[in-house]
């Protein structure tokens, strides 16, 4: 079960996951051996589900990256879009995939080195399936805010 206490280390170590225990006392009131047991805690019980490293736009902004909304064809089959949705996960290329709803099935954030790298994983992945019926795509000009944090609050408490 979650507190507050596990709330707030949740909140810290979604916008930096390398803070010393110590830092992190001086803005949640525990010590700093009751913060690292919680964080052992919260890594082993599957909160925390993994730690990554954001990489500086500096490094990435000369990528090609595209935002695909797919739609999926009207009898496509559970076994065909369980097969594209792991072929999706699978891909390097593929930073996101969500299924969603409205006029679209599906919306991914694909992030290539080339236009022609993109032009090969798209024409492997979505052309040749016959679960994508079409898709659209939105290159992304340049990143405004990209913050992948959830701000968790008493209302997310588990019970």
């Known amino acids: 079960m979650l507190d507050r206490f596990d709330l707030a280390l949740l909140n810290e170590v ?17 010590s700093p051996s009751a913060i ?3 964080l052992r805690r919260l890594r082993s019980s599957g909160f925390i589900a993994r730690t990554i490293a954001l990489l500086s736009p ?7 990256r595209a935002i695909v909304l797919l739609q999926l ?16 996960s699978a891909s390097p290329c593929v930073q996101y995939c969500y299924e ?9 954030l694909f992030d290539c080195e080339s236009m022609s790298q993109f032009n ?9 399936s016959p679960t994508v019926r079409r898709y659209e795509t939105h290159f992304v000009k340049r990143e405004v805010k990209f913050a992948p944090f959830a701000e968790l609050d008493a209302g997310d408490l588990a019970g």
């Open 14 to 30: 979604q916008r930096d996951d390398g803070q010393t225990a110590d830092s992190l006392a001086e803005r949640i009131p525990l």
């Open 36 to 38: 690292a047991r919680r």
């Open 58 to 64: 500096r490094l990435t902004e000369r990528r090609l």
């Open 73 to 88: 064809s009207e009898h496509a089959d559970l076994k065909g879009k369980d097969a594209l949705e792991k072929r999706l």
């Open 100 to 108: 969603i709803a409205g006029p679209h099935d599906m919306i991914a």
């Open 120 to 128: 090969a994983v798209a024409d492997e992945l979505l052309a040749s």
